[in-house]
């Protein structure tokens, strides 16, 4: 579906002078910073254990052809290193990255101000109160930033992709 509205161009692939027809995937296209500031089109949504986004693009969207709707607000560019691993997938990165998973990536500490608090980074001697942050913890932070993603309301839905599609066709010409 996502790559149905780019134009085909004639490309020679080998550099012999024989074109073939294909998809013009370099033609780039950015959500319109209206559509992207206004936050009251989106839901917050927390993706799942194992779940792609095509299977969230079914189960919200009715349709798993609507997973590039999900990754391109999400400014998703490479699903398989923006999109959160499955607890398999992340066990066998982890356990692969790292020889010990409880040995200390790094030390922080809570910072707060008003109402918010705000983890820093911190160099042990530095602060007596430091937290000693393992390599499990910290990748599994990371992770669970990735899980936190945005989608496009129903009640806008058409309207963000009749747009994208008219930004497709602005980069046509």
Do not use: C
């Not at 391109?72 to 398999?88: A, E, K």
């Amino acid at each position: 579906m996502y790559f149905n509205q780019f134009p085909t161009i004639a490309y020679d692939v080998t550099g012999v002078g024989t074109t073939s027809k294909i998809k013009d995937i370099l033609i780039r296209v950015k959500v319109r910073d209206y559509i992207k500031n206004n936050r009251s089109w989106f839901a917050k949504y927390i993706v799942g254990g194992d779940e792609t986004p095509d299977m969230v693009s079914f189960d919200v969207y009715g349709k798993t052809a609507y997973h590039w709707v999900v990754l391109l607000f999400n400014q998703i560019t490479n699903p398989y290193y923006d999109w959160p691993l499955g607890r398999q997938a992340f066990f066998a990165f982890v356990n692969n990255k790292y020889v010990d998973l409880n040995a200390i990536h790094h030390y922080e500490i809570a910072q707060k101000s008003g109402l918010n608090t705000t983890k820093i980074i911190v160099e042990l001697a530095d602060e007596p109160t430091a937290t000693a942050v393992t390599n499990l913890e910290y990748e599994t932070e990371l992770q669970d930033r990735k899980r936190q993603i945005l989608l496009v309301k129903h009640g806008f839905f058409n309207l963000v992709v009749s747009d994208f599609r008219s930004e497709i066709e602005n980069a046509k010409s």
